[in-house]
């Protein structure tokens, strides 16, 4: 059975809840600028940045959640290029 070594798989679950907190906040923050604000020419730009955080954390949440499928079903092992993957997705999430 493929396994990711438990190091490798609590990296994984702290950056996904590090994505999963920035989702939160940056949503909060929106909705913070939009009530106090409106959406304005002024702040459209920074409403606009805050989506992207948004957008970003949730695509790094999902590509790691989705490695980690992969990997928990590959048999008998992982395939390489999976693992590498997975570890170019860490360090990107890292960064």
Do not use: C, H, W
């Amino acid at each position: 059975m493929a396994k990711i070594p438990r190091e490798a798989t609590t990296t994984i679950n702290n950056l996904k809840q590090q994505a999963l907190d920035i989702v939160e906040e940056a949503t909060a923050l929106e909705l913070r600028i939009f009530e106090a604000f409106g959406e304005t020419e002024a702040t459209i730009p920074y409403l606009d940045e805050v989506k992207t955080v948004v957008d970003d954390a949730e695509s790094s949440f999902s590509r790691l959640s989705t490695l980690q499928l992969q990997i928990a079903k590959a048999q008998p092992i992982a395939p390489g290029d999976i693992l590498e993957l997975m570890n170019r997705s860490i360090a990107l999430a890292s960064s």
